[in-house]
């Protein structure tokens, strides 16, 4: 009796811890390139602040700007907590594919081509190409 209890509560447990992934179409360069307001290579310096509901702020430099316009040379990138959001890492540099919000934050999502600039080469090969048409 014992292990026909035990076999029904984790047979049960399974079934109520079904996670929701992030759906979404990959994009292209073009397309992606086409929908982001902002597209940059930026270098995270630090994490500023962790809010209560788990919502992450973090310092950006820009290294380079590719589409859009940016003020200064630093910048905010808030982080979400949905299993679409983008997580970053201070003192890595990234090419990022984003938007900046009514607050002056910038903001991307797993949904866009925002990656590490090690694995960007392609990318940045096809934003050139786009850049000088």
């Known amino acids: 009796m014992k292990h026909l209890s035990l076999i029904l509560i984790l047979g049960f447990s399974t079934l109520s811890t079904q996670t929701i992934a992030c759906r979404c179409r990959t ?21 500023l602040k962790e809010k209560r509901n788990g919502h992450r702020i973090y310092l950006a430099e820009v290294n380079r700007q590719y589409k859009g316009s940016v003020l200064s040379n630093k910048i905010k990138i808030e982080v979400g907590t949905s299993t679409c959001d983008f997580y970053f890492r201070a003192r890595k540099s990234y090419l990022f594919y984003g938007f900046e919000d009514k607050n002056n934050f910038y903001t991307t999502s797993q949904c866009h081509r925002t990656r590490e600039m090690d694995v960007a080469s392609e990318d940045i090969k096809i934003l050139n190409e786009l850049i000088r048409n």
Do not use: A, G
């Open 27 to 47: 994009l292209t360069v073009q397309e992606d390139f086409e929908n982001s307001q902002n597209i940059m290579e930026v270098t995270i310096v630090k994490l």
